[in-house]
């Protein structure tokens, strides 16, 4: 096990030696190459997985297949199925980093993930929709504070741009191109599924522009970040993609939603319901994905399955039917 002996009697000594001991052969040549959220899970999967090794007197790189799949039973009984297939996948990048064989991909581990795939499943809980009426409400609840410009901005540019939440904070201020009808363009210069930076430009329409540019004249943002923090009318340098959901749910509970709408709010809300509007209104297929930027139809069936169900066959054939 990759601890020290001197300082077993250290309860976080097993979870920072191992860490550490990843940090120092594995994320130094691979700077640059993850992005910063990926660096963050793995460093707190594994320190998750080398605490419950030492609760157990077990070694933790190299770890033994039963080892792996006895903590693969033991999380599924409170964590996620997704969570879970993070960790073991986060326990299969150390095990290469240090050439210890690939224990997570044994048999065992194989028969416990799918233990948990059967006992849980594998459907995630899926966001809650921000959709265009829900959008409405939300904006028509804010205030006429400048942190209620920015919020009414940031929620608008949200919804027409599908953007992921990181990808929404690093919008930038040249990036925007107003066109002479009142819509515009603002190029994504990276985002998760362009880690290399191609960049693409997605739509804002006029009424958008027009929140942006009333929080963007108020705040005095000329260059920079489109969104930024605030803290008793100072603006800041930046917004924290970790302020998203709770700018979304703090607009719901202005608007006086019920609890399970708040809750249900979170900073993929705004790809979830445009998403559906989008399927609700007719448009094709391609165009979704477009502006979803996916390469793939999987999630925005998943957004829409609710919707696509109603013009199924059997749905078809039920109108047919007048029944």
């Not at 605490?51 to 903590?71: D, K």
């Not at 966001?127 to 940031?154: K, S």
């Not at 009333?214 to 803290?231: M, P, Q, T, V, Y």
Request: with cysteine.
């Amino acid at each position: 096990m990759l601890e020290d002996p001197a300082s077993r009697n250290s309860p976080g000594a097993a979870n920072s030696t191992l860490v550490d001991e990843l940090a120092g052969r594995w994320l130094p040549p691979a700077e640059g190459a993850l992005s910063e959220n990926t660096e963050r899970a793995v460093r707190s999967d594994l320190a998750i997985y080398a605490a419950w090794c030492r609760e157990r007197g077990l070694s933790a790189l190299p770890g033994s297949p039963t080892a792996i799949a006895a903590f693969v039973d033991d999380m599924a009984a409170s964590r996620a199925p997704a969570t879970v297939r993070r960790y073991v996948a986060s326990i299969a990048a150390a095990h290469r980093s240090f050439g210890g064989g690939q224990p997570s991909g044994s048999e065992v581990v194989k028969h416990a993930l799918r233990r948990m795939h059967r006992r849980k499943g594998r459907r995630q809980q899926q966001a809650g929709g921000l959709t265009w009426p829900l959008r409405e409400r939300l904006l028509e609840a804010a205030g006429d504070r400048l942190i209620d410009a920015r919020n009414r901005a940031l929620l608008a540019v949200g919804y027409d741009t599908m953007l992921r939440r990181s990808e929404l904070v690093d919008l930038q201020v040249t990036d925007l191109v107003v066109e002479m009808d009142g819509a515009a363009t603002v190029l994504v210069r990276r985002g998760k599924a362009d880690p290399e930076g191609r960049g693409a430009a997605v739509y804002l329409a006029a009424d958008s522009v027009a929140l942006l540019r009333e929080w963007l004249g108020r705040a005095g943002i000329a260059d920079g970040r489109l969104f930024r923090s605030l803290c008793r009318g100072a603006v800041g340098e930046r917004l924290d993609a970790s302020q998203v959901p709770r700018i979304y749910k703090g607009m719901a509970r202005r608007a006086g939603l019920p609890p399970d709408v708040v809750d249900g709010l979170s900073g993929h809300s705004t790809r979830v319901g445009p998403a559906q509007d989008m399927i609700a209104s007719g448009i094709g297929l391609p165009a979704i994905l477009h502006a979803g930027r996916w390469k793939s139809t999987t999630m925005v069936n998943r957004y829409g399955e609710r919707l696509l169900a109603r013009r199924s066959g059997a749905a078809l054939l039920a109108r047919m039917q007048r029944r």
